[in-house]
Structure formats: C-alpha cells, structure tokens
C-alpha cells in the first residue's frame, strides 16, 4: 500500500482505496455465494424429508393391503351389509383427516394365549395396528380406508380405496419464496381439506 508523507506524516493514496472497495466487492460476492449455497441444501434436506415421507406412505399403505388380502374372505358381497353397520370389522373406515385417528376397540384375539380372531375381529385388529403404525412412522400419520362404487354407484364388496394422510412440514412454511405458489392443502385428501396434509391414495382390490 503506497502512502503519501507530508510534513513527517503518512497519507493513504487513492490507491489504498481502491484496494479497500474491491476487498469489500470480495467479501459481498463471497456472502451472496454461501447465503445461495445455503438455500440449496435447505431445499434438498425439504426434497429428501418429502420424498422420505411418500416412501413410508407407500410401505404403511402396503402394510394394510396385505393384511386385506390375507383376511380377502370379509370382503364378499354376503359380508357387505355387516361390515355397513360395524365398518372396522370389514376394512371400512371413511374418516376425513381430523377422526382418521380413533382407534378402534381391542378385540382381545390373535395373541399369544388369546383365542383366534374371527375374520371380523381380524379386520378391526389389523385397522387398529394400521393406524398406530402410522402415527408412529409419519409426522401427523393417519390412514382411512373407503368403500369403492361402480359405474352404477353400487358398492364393490371386495374393493377399498387406501388412504394414507401425514402432515408435511415443508407445506406448512408458506413465508418463503420457495412456497409463496404451493397450495396449502392437498385435493386428493377426504375433505374437509386441511392445510399441510398430504395424501396418498391407492385402489385395491386384495
């Protein structure tokens, strides 16, 4: 750095400066890069947390189909109007997101020293274990499982459609930029819609 001296004194230049403004130009393209590096890994850590959250929906929606297909002799037309009046003990259970969480009664069967379910008990055992499971696995989880129609609006006794419902963090944050033209709420969830819950629906028939 080049100084003037006057009367016995030392002056910076110009030059001194210009040095000085280009080390701040440094340090602010510098800060602009790491806030931008920032902002990347906190989208990539949202994208990996929601696609974490479908995977699992995924798992807890299979988790429920298979236990359908073992137990597929409830799902019969003879059985249909039973599984009406009491909906658990036939794989029916058509909440919206907020009652997707009662549980239904411990039918006290299928355990060790516990008699043997019957295929009814079955049913409203595996709706239970489905939905603590999915409290347990997904933030917010909870699943419902509605009757399926036909063309004629007549429902199909052996069909169900499966919906998994959890509450996705990333929906909920809508002060960024990054989530100013996300909608709130999911449309394929049973409605009434709620703000930050996804859904995930599939249709079976076990």
Known sequence: MKKTRISGRQYPTAESGAMLIE??????????GLLGAAGLQLASTRFQQTSSARTEALLQADFI????????SILTRTNLAAATITPE????????????DDLPANPGCGLSGQLVCTAAQAAQRDLREW???????LPGGRGSLF???????????????VVVMWREKAQLETDTQANLNVDPTDPSCPPPLVDGVRCLNLWVTP
């Open 23 to 32: 080390v701040l130009i440094t340090m602010f393209v510098v800060a602009i």
């Open 65 to 72: 189909i298979e236990k359908m297909r073992v137990n597929s």
């Open 89 to 100: 003990s036939g794989y029916l259970a058509a909440d919206d997101y907020d009652n997707a």
């Open 131 to 137: 939905r603590e499971s999915l409290a347990r696995s």
């Open 147 to 161: 009757p399926v129609t036909d063309g004629a609006a007549a429902t199909e006794a052996n069909a169900r459609r």
